[in-house]
């Protein structure tokens, strides 16, 4: 690829494909409420009592308890009920504190939370701080229900709490996060179920009937539960798939399992030996599948990843996850999705980190990651079709047809948390060319959303494995990504030094496609310097590369010509700038390339303006206008204004100006962008109303 979406000069914001973010005005994110949720009665009038205050201010309720307490299921249920007079929506996140992979950072949640508030990807700020004061000022004034789930400190929660307003916030835990109450917080610790209610429950899972013949036998089971609501849940749904079994059966195997695990703690005493148990008991296949999805990183899945990781037909996969579900070992989703208890995705794990289990858990994580690496690359391919590649997978078919980008950008940002951690399990289990690979496939979704931290943590971990395999091609690609992620953040200097790296290790391997790259990288972040006559030079060596570039370099010609046309005009030598620019522009025009071929006609026009042409400067504003709104670039539609309010300046037409700079205004300020103050800075210099 030599099209980085960095536009030097004016605006280091990226690409918005399409106006509509693809999120609902109003997010209604809360999960479904548990079906056999039980005798929580007391603790819900308390949760009434404590939310009544948030119809003035917002109210931030902790339910803290042991694992399997059932704290997810009371929040959900609570919640549900507020549904109706919060009428702004509802936020979720697992925050994922106490699961077998890495807890969710506070600005992963932030970025899901402020795209589901309608702020374009883009424009969601790289910096923790910003991000959550963006939130806030979302989120001020109005009613939102925000679950925070499985929170591991009060740190990771902070940033997450939303701005003064009548909002509601619950926060679950398996700590109490008494910092919280500095934050106005209120506590309600969950216990266990009492004897009335564990019963209840298996009353409900089970049928009163079969519950009945058994009195003794409930009450056992019940309190070697340790009470515990997924412990119950889990006990039950195995008995109701074995009708024939007589409940006090299962109490004898369970007291037995307790004896083993004497040494545990009550509650984790009680849960542990509910999954030894239960697993113990399952279909040798459905067992093994159970084990190979721990190695899963966050315990979220769909069918095919499952399919991948069992290396079996669909229709197997598909039987034994039925079975999972049914004993409860597992959660479906709506969405065809299934899910693992943290519990229980860390029991797997302890069954499959088993001396004997090793050979096929490392191959199960193999083709987990070479799953969704084939997905990825699909997207990929959907998002910028012309890139150059170095990854195997880009020579094989598509893994799937997405159809079309929007769809293909979708599924990357849904999944892109996942993503991130089998970028970081592959590369500290040593499997080097899948977390460059998967790098390389994220960066074109990376590039246009900008999601920040992301792109530069998957990419020094794609870096350091390009360097442990001694791969200098790999490595100036990783270079070249994690300079284009600088410029966007205004790094220039340390993008520069990045993309002089590259160039280094491009031209000593004699990787034409990757010396036009590397020469791209460098001249923008000289140009974004001011070294006009250095960027000059350096696209002008580019454009000459390009001819030692095997195969089509017609994309690669267009977007040096784009890139040494701006820097022509800047020099003011607009006249050869708008010769090459008019290149570029028949290059995007033909492959239908709107986003490129607004960019093109807004420098275009600055080139005519310049050369004193400004009739023919409006017409290119009028086109690139056009095309950018086909597309949805936001950034090109803000710089296009800037463009025209700079021809009505020079006609003497200040309120156009005002005007033009206004709607340039309200754009960037949407999108977060810093050069919404220079703009405001302007407008009060115009003055005026």
Known sequence: MSGSVVQAGTVHGGIHLHANTGYPAVPAQLPASRPYFTDRSRELEMLGRLGDA??????????????????????????HRLAAEFADGQLFADLRGFSAGAPASPGESLGRFLRALGVAPEAVPADLDEQAALFRTLTAGRRLIILLDNAASA??????????????????????????????ASFLPLDPLDETGAVELLDRMLGTGRTAAEPQAVRSLTALCGRLPLALCTSAARLATRGHWRIERLVGELADERRRLAVLGEEDLSVQAVFDVTYRDLPPSAARLYRLMSVHPNGWF??????????TGAADVERDLDVLVDVNLVDADRDGRFRFHDLAHLHARSVAARPEHEP????????????????AVAADRAIIPDRWHLGRKYDEPPAVSFPGTPEAIAWVEGELPLLRDLVSDAHGRGLHHETWEMCEALWGVLTFRKHYAIWIETHEMGLASASALGDPVARARMLEALAFARLNLGEFREAERLGRD???LERDAGHSDGVVTALECLG????????????????TRALEACHDVPGDAARHVAMMSRRLGEALVRAGRPGEGAGRLREALAFFTGRGDDYNRARTLRTLSGALAAD?????????????????TRVGARHSL????????????????????RGHLERAAAVLDELGSYQAREIRERLSELGGP
């Open 524 to 539: 923008v972040a000289q140009l974004a310097q001011g070294d006009v006559a250095d960027a000059t030079e350096t696209f």
């Open 612 to 628: 004193g042409r400004d009739a023919e400067a409006g017409a290119a504003l009028d086109e690139a206008e056009e095309a950018a």
């Open 502 to 504: 590259a160039l280094a």
């Open 638 to 657: 803000a710089d296009i204004h800037v463009a025209r309010a700079r021809l009505a300046a020079r006609r003497g037409d200040p309120a156009a100006e």
């Open 155 to 184: 740190a990771q929660v902070r940033p997450l709490l939303p701005g003064h307003g009548p909002s509601v916030v619950a926060v679950t835990s398996r700590r109490r996060l008494s910092g919280l109450a500095v934050d106005g």
């Open 360 to 375: 096929e858990r490392a191959e199960a994580f193999h083709r987990i990651v070479d799953h969704y690496l084939g997905m």
């Open 54 to 79: 948030a119809r003035e201010q917002a109210a931030v309720i902790v339910i803290s308890g042991v694992g399997g307490v059932g704290k997810t299921s009371l929040a959900l249920a609570w919640l």
């Open 302 to 311: 769909g069918l095919p990843a499952a399919t991948a990781a069992a290396g």
